[in-house]
């Protein structure tokens, strides 16, 4: 099932981190995130979702993704089942570079997998912001050609945007594992309720519904507490429940739930 809201070579905790993505892959917990614009084609094999999370090398002027840094890994769409495999095979290209990851996220994402996604980030010792990024080759282009100058991984030449949709629950949780975490400046936080979902088997029972939500939360809160973000976030997603509403968070909650770390 997945948990959804708006949800190499690994080693140590990184492996146990991809144990719980697959024993969870099928159940999960859901968040409804802001839908794009334009669908981009899938990019995995047939039957692969429209507007899957990719991961790609980007590169800019000095200071285009914070204070000294030039480079980044842009990811951007849809968390889904697989995520964490493409995030780990950019990784692991990367021979020894501690590139920071820009997140840029939108619609019904896998927040088991966002979790994951986060813990991967800190096993490595990543940095991690949310941004949207912007490709100069991709200038006048429509969104199937953009797409296919982004699959091959980069690096391309860009700059990192506010991101909009603005960051949700989904970002959150990726952005959470980073080692050092920010958010650009005129960057908003906007955050619905979660659902579950199976994505084998769709109905699933009241009964069984509210037993997961409680299980998944839980689950988000122990991640949340090891990243050393307030659990308290959970509480404030759950207090919109599944019907869709959406607050803005007020930037002095970055802080105050450790969303953001000191400069």
């Known amino acids: 099932m997945d948990d ?43 039957g692969s979702p429209p507007n899957a999370m990719i991961f790609y090398v980007a590169h800019g002027a000095a200071g285009a993704c914070g204070p000294g840094c030039s480079d980044w890994i842009a990811a951007e769409g849809t968390v889904q089942w697989d995520s964490y495999k493409r995030l780990i095979a950019i990784l692991d290209r990367q021979q020894g570079r501690k590139l920071p990851l820009v997140i840029h996220s939108w619609g019904e994402s896998d927040l088991n997998v966002a979790t994951s ?22 200038a006048g282009k429509p969104e199937a050609e953009c797409f296919a100058l982004k699959r091959p991984g980069g690096p391309l030449d860009a700059k990192v945007m506010v991101p909009d949709p603005a960051c949700d629950f989904t970002c959150l949780l990726v952005l959470a594992g980073g080692v050092h975490r920010s958010l650009p400046q005129g960057a908003k936080v906007v955050l619905s309720g979660r659902f579950i979902r199976n994505r084998v088997a769709p109905n699933v029972s009241a009964e069984q519904r509210e037993s997961l939500t409680a299980h998944f939360g839980e689950h988000y809160r122990r991640y949340l507490h090891d990243m050393g973000v307030e659990p308290e976030l959970i509480d404030i997603v759950d207090s919109l429940g599944e019907g869709g509403r959406r607050i803005e968070m007020p930037s002095t909650d970055w802080a105050r739930l450790h969303l953001v770390t000191p400069p």
Not at 13 to 37: D, E, K, N, Y
Not at 125 to 132: E, P, Q, R, V
């Open 4 to 46: 959804r809201r708006e949800y190499g070579k690994p080693t140590g905790r990184g492996m146990s981190s991809i144990r719980t993505i697959i024993a969870s892959c099928v159940l999960a917990l859901a968040a409804s995130g802001a839908a794009q614009a334009q669908q981009r084609p899938p990019i995995g094999v047939f």
């Open 117 to 138: 996604l986060g813990r991967i980030l800190r096993d490595r010792g990543l940095d991690a912001t949310a941004g949207a990024t912007e490709v100069e080759a991709c």
